[in-house]
């Protein structure tokens, strides 16, 4: 399909800080159920709201400090961080500004209304581009009609959107701590279905005018998982393949092969990189975490590393992360 925005193939490649807070204060509380940790998602999850404000995000300048769901910081000159502390996933999405348009790296819960906030960023036109296709990462799509995906059948699947009952879990109980915007119902949020308009394939560049962002197939975290290389400006956007917390490599769709190879794939780049920018808790990562994580899988498949079990998978346990994988392994 033509479309506006400049892709080349290029060869295939060989290959989370301080909130200023969440709110007026008394606008939140944290949950109060039965409920002490959240299932399936690692061994330190009970209360895991007393883990916020994040300290690294003192660094960064708070814009559109108005927004009741949001928190939006910019991370560097036209790059933007989307932030939702209320929900457990802690998810980021990154606004990406270019010279003659911008890209959406992720839209985030589908709690609050993405693209108002987005427009107060950008009057440029906009193309989403999801890192991979779980919940908390395209949960805003529906409110765009520019939209890039690769054409991986988890992907196709995915953009059929998903029903309450799949999905309420998520915005219940411990899995939220911030107040929800008004209106917002749990018993009938939902992933909203929406059409991709433009497929890349691994090497493809986006050029937004000023900045091209080179597409960089990474599954393991899900079959449709990717990177985005800014060759130019040093950076990574690292989507659910790195962030500093648990890293799942235990969900259905989850292969923990796959998941090594395309880290062993990104210390390739690790010469090339100066930061990445990761989707979860905080914005930035040193990337000489691409070589501890490679090190980390091969002291899990040498059977060299300590676990612990929860909720019926092994939680390897190393320095800022860890990684969950099936018990099998």
């Known amino acids: 399909m033509t479309h506006k925005y400049i892709i080349c193939r290029a060869a295939a490649l060989v290959i989370v800080i301080a909130g200023l807070g969440f709110g007026c204060a008394g606008?939140?509380?944290?949950?109060?159920?039965?409920?002490?940790?959240?299932e399936g998602r690692g061994d330190d999850t009970a209360k895991w709201w007393e883990k916020l404000p994040r300290a690294q995000w003192a660094n960064y300048e708070r814009v559109a400090d108005?927004?009741?769901?949001?928190?939006?910081?910019?991370?560097?000159?036209?790059?933007?961080a989307i932030y939702e502390p209320g929900q457990f996933e802690e998810v980021i999405s990154f606004l990406i500004v270019g010279e003659q348009r911008a890209l959406l790296f992720d839209t985030g819960l589908g709690i609050a209304k993405l693209r108002p906030v987005i427009a107060t960023l950008t009057n440029l036109?906009?193309?989403?581009?999801?890192?991979?296709?779980?919940?908390?990462h395209i949960g805003g799509n529906y409110e765009f009609s520019d939209i890039g995906g690769v054409d991986v059948a988890y992907a196709r699947e995915r953009a059929n959107g998903a029903g309450n009952e799949k999905v309420v879990e998520y915005v219940t109980g411990d899995w939220l701590w911030k107040k929800t915007p008004d209106g917002f119902d749990p018993q009938s949020y939902e992933i909203k279905p929406y059409a991709v308009t433009t497929y890349f394939e691994d090497g493809d560049i986006i050029d937004?005018?000023?900045?091209?962002?080179?597409?960089?197939?990474?599954?393991?975290?899900?079959?449709?998982?990717?990177?985005?290389?800014?060759?130019?400006?040093r950076r990574l956007f690292t989507g659910d393949t790195f962030y500093l917390a648990p890293l799942y490599a235990h969900l259905e769709g989850s292969n923990v092969a796959d998941y090594k190879a395309s880290i062993d794939r990104l210390v390739a780049l690790e010469p090339e990189i100066d930061h990445l920018l990761t989707a979860h808790n905080v914005p930035r990562?040193?990337?000489?975490?691409?070589?501890?994580?490679?090190?980390?899988?091969?002291?899990?498949?040498?059977?060299?590393?300590?676990?612990?079990?929860?909720?019926?998978?092994?939680?390897?346990?190393f320095d800022g992360f860890s990684i969950i994988v099936p018990p099998s392994k």
């Open 285 to 317: 990562a040193a990337p000489a975490y691409l070589s501890r994580v490679k090190d980390a899988f091969e002291a899990i498949n040498s059977k060299s590393a300590a676990y612990v079990e929860t909720d019926g998978a092994f939680e390897y346990q």
């Open 27 to 38: 606008e939140s509380e944290p949950a109060t159920t039965e409920t002490v940790e959240v």
């Open 125 to 136: 036109d906009v193309m989403v581009l999801n890192s991979h296709g779980h919940y908390d």
């Open 66 to 80: 108005e927004l009741e769901w949001f928190e939006v910081y910019r991370i560097f000159p036209d790059i933007y």
């Open 208 to 233: 937004l005018g000023g900045r091209r962002l080179e597409i960089l197939l990474t599954p393991g975290h899900s079959p449709d998982s990717i990177c985005l290389l800014d060759r130019e400006g």
